[in-house]
């Protein structure tokens, strides 16, 4: 990995790594339950993204990378999207975001440290076949921040449906 990809690897992808937990903190943890459980079209609620966030955190992302370290080219399987939402789902909300917050920072600071050399480490996908560890934290960001965004759509829903005349007016706002 050249030194410019590891500088953006650094310097953007791990970093959106490690603020996803308090940017959805943030965004939902004062919201009433009524809002931050509602669901969306997809049928899920924004607490549904923080619990998928959390349940995947250890397999999808520590997992992955630990896989990859410790074995040649290992296999590496697909994980549907509900998996393991459900066991999470009577606990409360503030104490997912903590959990998903710890979890996160121990994670990160340990890929800071990962070398140009482990970061070009490599197993296959399931579906998607041949992936080094960079591309798996590059698409974690990347899934982190849709979720995020996937969050703020399900808030703003209800906020959008009472815009009165100004929703006529400006129909695509934030479009």
Known sequence: ???????????????????????????LVSLPAAIVEAPGDEGWSARDVVAHL?????????????????QDDPAIPDIPDETGIDALRGRPFADLCDDFASRRVEATSWLRTLSDAQLARGGRHEVAGAITIGDVLHHLAYHDLLHVAQSARLIAAPMERRRGAIRDAFPDEGG
């Open 1 to 27: 990995m050249n030194a410019e990809r590891r500088e953006l690897l650094t310097a953007s992808t791990i970093d959106v790594l490690a603020s996803t937990p308090a940017t959805l903190r943030g965004l």
């Open 54 to 70: 959390l349940a995947r955190h250890d397999d999808a992302l520590v997992g992955r990378v630990r896989a990859m370290l410790d």
